[in-house]
């Protein structure tokens, strides 16, 4: 619990934190929701606007891009400017860009603002957890980010339910304008009661460094997205590859030659602050390839509706949510690595049931089983773990603290859906004899997922056995 003092910064007012909390918690709805509503009405773009799957798929891919590759800048300019001016503003451009999104009378506009939209996106998160935790005392931190994890939930779990209904009852454009109300509201209060901090001294902006990072993780995203398609030995993916490698290693080096890096590297010294950026990679790399997969899984093996896939994941989302705040509180009162450990420990437990006893299950029972295991352990090991990365940091970092666990987080993903996407499809070839993976045999496609998940367990385990090493070394330290 280092990091902070229970006497609050200046500029911030802790009999306020409710406030800035909710806030916080409709940004992050928000911005959550749109990033998965938008999934369920690709078809029905597809037939608006006459265009192709592959066309209407980037209304979903700029969302994603943007956000996450401009999350890190955000928050650095939030470290020296302030957060509150960055993140209001972010409100105001999500707000306007569901507006013209909503407005958009072609499919080239919509992606364009969608591109508006996901600006606004990472200025709310790039700097939501950085005012969180500036807005609460230390020893209610993880209490205040385990609220925001089941903020995060119920959007993920609320965007395909808010799409469907509105694509069965009214227009599409409405998937946007339905964000009219909460973005006007949430911008108001953002700008009543989130604290107005002012970094002291004047500080430049590393544009190089920004430039580089900005590169490296856009050749990298499109590579990782564009590979699922087209192959990942294609010479284009491999290319892109190779000048994300290239734009990171120039990253790294600008960054220990200016004086005031947009990234201090020194930061990755502290061992709490990476093993935590560790752990949580792969927490995330695995759960996002599971939530690609079992959709296959349970439409071909078991023979689920679409609704009845929808309640069946809905575990995952709906145990997060209720365990998050309960694991927060806990971290506070007896420290987050033992939290951070339980929760990894479910988490392999879990993957290890789905690769042992999917291939033969013919119930969807088992997949709940497994799906509520893994809610629990995430949720019980994301808000201490949250918690522990922003307690690492001094103050003045908290904003570029904040992008990191944004970027951790939808890099994790990408890459999970891309990794274990390309496994899962590769061993089902295998146990088909070759042919098209949607045309395999069930047997084939319930076998390969197993081996996915024998390989998630494995890694989920590899996260454990680090949360174990920081744990222990830290109470040698502390004796």
């Known amino acids: 619990m280092t990091g902070h003092l229970e006497t609050p910064p200046e500029g911030v007012d802790y009999s306020r934190k409710w406030y800035v909390l909710i806030a916080i918690a409709m940004a992050i709805f928000l911005g959550t929701v749109d990033g998965s509503i938008v999934n369920v009405a690709l078809p029905t773009l597809v037939d608006e606007f006459d265009t192709t799957f592959g066309v209407a798929q980037w209304v979903v891919l700029a969302y994603l891009l943007t956000q996450t590759t401009l999350t890190l800048m955000f928050g650095r300019l939030g470290d020296m400017i302030g957060k509150k001016p960055i993140f209001t503003a972010g409100f105001s451009v999500f707000t306007i ?134 192959g990942f030995t294609e010479p284009l993916i491999l290319g892109m590859f190779a000048v994300s490698i290239a734009a990171l290693a120039a990253f790294i080096a600008v960054e220990q030659r200016v004086s005031q890096p947009m990234l201090n590297l020194a930061l990755f010294k502290n061992r709490d602050l990476t093993v935590n950026l560790i752990t949580g990679f792969i927490g995330f790399f695995a759960l996002s390839g599971m939530i690609l997969l079992l959709p296959f899984y349970l439409t071909d093996v078991i023979g689920l509706s679409p609704r009845g896939i929808g309640f069946v994941l809905g575990a995952i989302p709906i145990t997060m949510g209720v365990v998050a705040p309960m694991s927060g509180t806990l971290s506070d009162r007896i420290g987050s690595r033992p939290v951070t450990v339980a929760g990894l420990a479910l988490m392999t437990i879990a993957y290890g049931i789905a690769g042992f006893w999917l291939e033969g299950a013919t119930t969807s029972l088992i997949v709940v089983i497994v799906g509520l295991i893994i809610g629990l352990g995430f949720g019980i090991f994301q808000s201490p773990n949250n918690s522990a990365i922003l307690g690492s940091v001094p103050h003045s970092q908290l904003g570029v603290t904040s992008g990191m666990l944004t970027i951790n987080r939808t890099t994790a993903s990408v890459t999970g859906i891309a990794v274990l996407g390309a496994l899962w499809a590769a061993r089902t070839a295998v146990y088909a004899g070759g042919g098209e993976v949607a045309d395999a045999p069930a047997i084939a496609q319930a076998a390969a997922l197993a081996d996915t998940m024998v390989v998630a367990t494995v890694l989920v385990g590899v996260a454990l056995l680090l949360a174990l090493w920081a744990w222990k070394s830290k109470r040698h330290e502390d004796a």
């Open 97 to 230: 860009g569901s507006v013209l999104a909503g407005l958009s009378p072609t499919i080239e506009l919509l992606i364009a603002a969608r591109v508006v939209q996901a600006l606004g996106a990472s200025m709310i998160f790039a700097l939501g957890f950085a005012i969180t935790t500036e807005a609460f005392p230390p020893s209610e931190r993880g209490k205040a980010l385990g609220i925001n994890g089941t903020t995060v939930s119920i959007g993920i779990m609320a965007g395909p339910i808010i799409g469907g209904m509105i694509l069965e009852t009214t227009d599409w454009r409405w998937i946007f304008f339905v964000n009219l109300p909460i973005g006007i509201i949430g911008t108001i209060t953002a700008l009543k009661f989130v604290p107005n901090t002012r970094p002291k001294g004047k500080q430049r902006f590393d544009f190089l460094g920004a430039g580089a990072f900005f590169v490296s993780l856009l050749t990298l995203l499109l590579a990782l997205t564009m590979g699922q398609s087209m």
